[in-house]
């Protein structure tokens, strides 16, 4: 089946306002950019984002954060991004915040249609308020449910047309787990290869998780440097 879209906004098609998204990426490595400007110039709103964080100031999930897109975060780390903050503060973001490790099994979970799990992560923090607590050989677990939303934004380094996807080095990050858990996964790839172009060992993600596909231009393929650091010789 061929899964590659005509364009970011047709691979959209279906995104409505109060949509759940599940977006990989971790600081602007492996972030979907062109699937997350195209949702901007949809104009859709009230959105669920389900992320490692919420991009930064002006990049990546930071552009509908600003744009006012945005109603809920449930992510791991919101370092680095002024916008999120005061959106917070000022009550007009709700967040939750989940261990890293938490946030990863949640996705993958609910990837793979595991209702729930234990985890001692959290146990007697604000984490683990309102939730089940069990003991395990006399360790504390919390119940956490797993994840899924109405769509998953992923971006991957190499795709074919069946949307089997090759990540680079750390872009992999949150990428594979995100598109798991989503009921609609869009890949944006770097480099679309045709069919058997891809060595089935080297499948970071196969395609039964990916519903379509978007090939980037070399433009849009262009990533970010998100603190740049120099010394002298």
């Known amino acids: 089946m061929d899964k590659v879209s005509p364009s970011a906004s047709a691979a959209l098609d279906g995104l409505a306002d109060g949509a759940s998204l599940a977006v990989g990426g ?17 104009g859709t709103r009230g959105l669920h984002v389900v ?10 999930l930071g552009i509908l954060l600003a744009a006012g897109r ?11 991004n002024k916008e999120f903050a005061r ?12 261990p890293q490790g938490t946030l990863a099994e949640r996705l993958r979970a609910g990837g793979c249609g595991v209702p729930a799990f234990y985890t001692p992560a959290g146990v007697g923090t604000p ?20 994840l899924t939303t109405d769509f998953a934004l ?11 996807l090759v990540f680079r080095k750390s872009s992999r990050n949150f ?4 598109a798991m858990a989503g009921r609609i996964a869009v890949a944006e790839v770097e480099h679309l290869v045709e069919p058997g172009g ?7 993600l196969p395609g039964v998780f990916v519903q379509r596909v978007v090939a980037l231009t070399p433009g849009q393929a262009v990533t970010g440097i998100e603190k740049r650091t120099v010394r002298g010789r």
């Open 70 to 80: 945005i109603a809920r975060v449930t992510g791991s780390y919101i370092g680095d």
């Open 127 to 146: 984490a683990a308020e309102g939730k089940e607590v069990r003991s395990f050989d006399g360790r504390d677990h919390v119940l956490e449910h797993s």
């Open 198 to 204: 891809l060595d089935p060992d080297e499948v970071h």
């Open 26 to 42: 971790f600081g602007l490595s492996g972030v979907p950019n062109t699937l997350i400007e195209a949702v901007l110039a949809r």
């Open 154 to 164: 992923v971006r991957a380094h190499r795709g074919d047309r069946h949307g089997n």
């Open 51 to 60: 992320s490692n964080n919420c991009g930064v100031d002006g990049g990546g």
């Open 175 to 178: 990428n594979p787990l995100a």
């Open 87 to 98: 959106q917070y503060l000022a009550g007009e973001l709700a967040v939750e915040l989940v």
